[in-house]
């Protein structure tokens, strides 16, 4: 069994081995200038205007865990499309009314306005 294991295990031995080996190297010979604007933190290039104590609006969790929702019912439909043949027809009429809840959850979610940027 362990010889099923053996190319994982020289695997993680090796990645381990190089990524600490880089580590020490950097650490050894690396440049240890250090400039306080370096520490500031930044987004796509640009200054961040996000302070300590600021807080997000309820919308941004909103539409995150929308997303979130979607995009995993969406990934159960992987499956049933890899072997739709296998289960048959009833999975088919399954399929489509799941389909068409998750339209009208998302229909719902857009009239009610859980969309929208404010």
């Not at 339209?103 to 940027?117: C, D, P």
Request: net charge positive; proline share 5%.
């Amino acid at each position: 069994m362990l010889r099923s294991y053996l190319p994982a295990i020289v695997l993680l031995i090796l990645g381990g081995a190089v990524g600490g080996a880089f580590a020490a190297l950097n650490s050894f010979i690396g440049p240890r200038r250090s400039a306080p604007h370096k520490q500031d933190p930044y987004e796509c290039g640009l200054p961040s205007d996000v302070r300590k104590g600021m807080r997000f609006g309820i919308s941004f969790y909103l539409i995150a865990m929308l997303f979130i929702l979607f995009d995993l019912e969406v990934a159960f439909l992987y499956p049933i499309a890899i072997e739709l043949r296998a289960f048959g027809t009833f999975a088919l009429i399954e399929t489509i009314v799941f389909i068409v809840l998750l339209l009208v959850a998302l229909v719902y979610v857009w009239r009610v306005g859980a969309l929208e940027w404010k």
